[in-house]
């Protein structure tokens, strides 16, 4: 009887549920591929070793190209950036870094970009993911390893964020690898660079700094400097969501842009350095900046992300010096 019951039921759902398709099928159009919405939005993976075939991708270490290793995390940005600000930061450097060096008539590829890394000090917002120091580490150094394992032995980590922990975790990689006789190097430029100091163990690698060959420190150049003053000048640190960064995604990456946030009637969140380090380290971020950004995002423009083109450039520069260097 009881069988029999759900014999019914189930052949009443079974006729229902053509006529239930039909009515939600406005919501359940499979997708149309012809359609914006799955051909536009940005790739990640585009002009990197991710689109590549594996006998293009073994016949590139074959020659042991050099690697570039875009290195970012998924992070509160702010109420107006993706997530992902961070990751597309640090993979645009890669692609213009890489058409630097083919200027330079030197050949790269680029890594597939990392972006689960750790973010101790944002971790109270949601969509800030991170991970655990020893994690990372493992994850990220046996991903390279692989990478060397197939020939690609000079490997160049450029990295787009700051947090303490995560950096410890880039230095740990970059030891490891070294250790295995893979010629993998922190490339230090950009804001990073003029923030963070390499010899500083608190802040930068903890008690086991970087030798001077793991490390190449880029030095702006005139026209870098000077955009970076026009760009920050005004407000101080501009480290997190604020006028760069913003201007970043406006120039790059514009429909990742909240079109329901008015940017340009976001305050200024001014931060001193003090402020910022203690938030830093004692975990008060959302104190410190209860919106996430600090700087003045409302200042942004398409045209100040520019900045990143510079960098690029200084990068380019120093990698190229780094593997054919001037006599
Ligand atoms: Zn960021």
Redesign the pocket.
């Known amino acids: 009887m009881f069988e029999e019951r759900i014999l019914l039921d189930a052949m009443k759902t079974v006729s229902r549920y053509p006529r239930e398709l039909e009515r939600t099928a406005g919501h359940m159009k499979p997708p149309d591929t012809t359609t914006k919405d799955c051909t536009s939005g940005y790739s990640i993976f585009y002009d990197t070793l991710a689109d590549m075939t594996w006998p293009a991708v073994e016949e590139a270490a074959r020659r042991n190209t050099p690697l570039l290793v875009p290195v970012g995390v998924i992070e509160q940005?702010g109420p107006h950036l993706p997530l992902a600000?961070?990751t597309y930061?640090a993979y645009l450097l890669c692609r213009l870094v890489k058409l630097g060096l083919a200027k330079a008539g030197l050949d790269s590829v680029i890594a597939p970009p990392y972006y689960f890394g750790i973010n101790a000090t944002t971790s109270m917002f949601p969509g800030s993911f991170t991970i655990s120091l020893d994690t990372m580490t493992r994850v990220l150094a046996e991903i390279l390893e692989n990478c060397a394992d197939w020939g690609f032995r000079r490997q160049f980590i450029i990295n787009?964020?700051g947090d303490p922990e995560h950096n410890r975790a880039l230095v740990q990689v970059v030891h490891m690898l070294r250790d295995r006789g893979v010629q993998t190097t922190y490339v230090l430029g950009g804001l990073l660079g003029s923030l963070m100091d390499p010899d500083e163990p608190a802040s930068f690698g903890g008690h086991e700094p970087l030798q001077d060959d793991e490390l190449i420190r880029v030095v702006d150049s005139e026209a870098t400097g000077a955009a970076r003053v026009r760009l920050t000048g005004s407000l101080g640190p501009d480290v997190?969501?604020g006028e760069r960064?913003t201007s970043l995604i406006m120039r790059y990456f514009p429909d990742t842009l909240d079109s329901e946030v008015d940017v340009h009637g976001l305050e200024p969140a001014p931060q001193r350095p003090d402020m910022l380090s203690a938030a830093v380290l004692s975990g008060g971020w959302r104190e410190a900046s209860p919106l996430g950004y600090i700087g003045d995002p409302a200042k942004a423009t398409s045209e100040n992300g520019e900045l990143y083109e510079l960098e690029a450039a200084d990068i380019s520069a120093a990698i190229a010096e780094s593997l054919h260097p001037k006599r």
Do not use: I, P, R
């Open positions: 940005h600000t961070d930061g787009h964020h997190h969501a960064e």
